[in-house]
């Protein structure tokens, strides 16, 4: 399906003058072009797989030069780590312990109403060692031992800030680059603007692993890998945590593949029918999407089943791998699906709103995630992937250097902090072993290097080979862009 017919729900004169002479041009691109766009304008998904086409085509002109990255694995801790516990050192901290966090610091800045009431703000330096990694020496706390042992594998931007102070804006801000709902992820702008490479599994995958913190986790939103205005094909896939990776994915006692095959194209022929009545692209989604499902009752139980994985791969990933719904688990599926040509996978782990608590909370979620993350870059590498795979992880913001609530020698929490916070990149088009940005003695305030969500979202197009001011969808008048209206730079210091 053309993307420029995402409007045309009602003819209107508005939409009729505004969007015809688009349609006629996209058509003849396609037709001049001679590539595998023209089942896409037509909106023939069946069509294109029995052509031996691409189901999952790149817009005509996509990508705008040659990419470093094929694809992209985000790896997203749901409730925000604590900077200050795992990657930004700051020894200084141990003599401020217990002291007022001074104002020439703070300088006003906003704080959430979890600790605007409080008294004191006192500094609470981390309670964990860190130790220099790799030959680029870069500081990595005790909580992340596997981690710190890839580090020569990753870049890490100490100076990432955010726009939004609390968790569901903030959420919804890293992952569409806007703080409303109802903007389109950056897994479904990636899956329409490049496609994907199989023609057997969806083009955005999400996984939701389990948690080991025991502390109350924020909730997932699908505003996360929601498509939001652009079709509703592009929304990413959640695969469940437990059980049938999708529901019914096994066809009914008694109905054999050929029988499910022939109610699945008298349905298509309904819907075409509709399509040509009423000219409503949602029409064409749900056919691509009854053929992707039909075709996903083969591909996800080759996905899901781990047996071929030799011992040494498994030992990779720690030993949760086999333990249904966990981290391990989902980063070695995620593997598995940028192996079979799948665009963009999103793990989202949650429990890292640590308010309280902190030592023990963090220890368990590191524990989660620590030994898989390693296991995942390692393996990539050693199976050529990872000079064309793009990881990303990080959170929606960082943790306070004040305490909130009682502070002890072993005991503290952190509130919520959108001024500067660390993520890292590995992969392709990534500089490894690099330390970016640097922040204030009390990690409060970016003193080098800045890096806003805009900014890491555009560098993430230009390792996929997107300019991401090329790439627009119109929608309510303006054309929308993931790094948004402002000024957004990609960040060439980090990029190889």
């Known amino acids: 399906m053309d993307p420029l017919f995402a409007h045309n729900l009602l003819h209107t004169r508005r939409q009729f003058f505004g969007q015809g002479g688009l349609r006629l041009g996209g058509l003849a691109l396609a037709l001049m072009g001679g590539r595998a766009a023209l089942p896409r304008a037509l909106g023939s998904n069946a069509g294109a797989a029995a052509a031996g086409a691409l189901v999952h085509p790149a817009l005509p002109g996509f990508p705008h030069f040659a990419p470093k990255a094929k694809r992209l694995i985000y790896l997203h801790m749901n409730g925000a780590p604590s900077q200050l516990d795992l990657f930004d050192y700051k020894p200084g901290l141990v003599d401020q312990f217990d002291k007022d966090l001074p104002d020439s610091i703070r300088k006003g800045q906003r704080i959430t109403t979890m600790t605007s009431g409080q008294t004191r703000l006192p500094v609470a330096p981390s309670m964990f060692k860190f130790a220099q990694h790799g030959k680029c020496g870069m500081w990595v706390s005790e909580l992340l031992p596997k981690i710190a042992e890839i580090v020569d594998e990753i870049a890490l931007i100490k100076t990432v800030h955010t726009d939004a102070i609390n968790h569901d804006p903030a959420c919804t801000f890293v992952m569409t680059g806007s703080e409303l709902p109802g903007k389109a992820s950056l897994g479904s702008w990636l899956s329409y603007g490049l496609g994907s490479e199989s023609n057997d599994l969806p083009a955005f995958v999400v996984l939701t692993p389990q948690w080991s913190s025991k502390a109350n986790a924020q909730a997932l939103f699908t505003r996360m890998w929601s498509s939001g205005f652009l079709p509703t094909r592009f929304t990413g896939v959640a695969l469940r945590s437990a059980g049938d990776p999708v529901l019914y994915i096994k066809d009914p006692q008694g109905v054999d593949r050929g029988d499910r095959r022939a109610m699945l194209d008298a349905l298509n022929q309904l819907n075409e029918a509709n399509f040509q009545r009423f000219g409503d692209p949602e029409i064409q989604t749900r056919i691509s999407q009854y053929e992707m499902a039909f075709r996903m009752q083969s591909s996800v139980p080759d996905l899901t089943d781990m047996s071929g994985e030799d011992q040494a791969t498994l030992d990779l990933y720690g030993p949760d791998v086999k333990k249904p719904g966990s981290f391990a688990s ?95 990149m590995a992969g392709g088009g990534v500089k490894p072993g690099l330390v970016y940005g640097e922040t204030d003695d009390f990690s409060y305030n970016v003193v080098e290097n800045p890096v806003h969500l805009y900014d890491l979202n555009a560098t993430i197009l230009q390792c996929m080979g997107i300019d991401h001011l090329k790439f627009t969808f119109k929608f309510q008048g303006l054309d929308q862009r993931l790094t948004g209206v402002e000024p957004a730079k990609v960040v060439t210091g980090i990029l190889s």
Request: charged residues 25%; aromatic residues 8%; proline residues 3%.
């Open 330 to 424: 989902s980063a070695l599926l995620a593997r598995r699906l940028a192996e079979r040509g799948v665009r963009v996978v999103q793990i989202l782990h949650r429990g890292w709103d640590q308010h309280g608590d902190l030592p023990s909370e963090i220890r368990a979620q590191c524990g989660d995630v620590d030994h898989p993350t390693a296991g995942l870059i390692r393996d990539l590498k050693q199976r050529g992937m990872l000079d064309d795979t793009l990881v990303v992880w990080g959170g929606e913001f960082g943790r306070t250097v004040y305490s909130q609530g009682k502070l002890t020698k072993d005991n503290y929490g952190r509130d919520h902090h959108p001024k500067n916070f660390c993520m890292w």
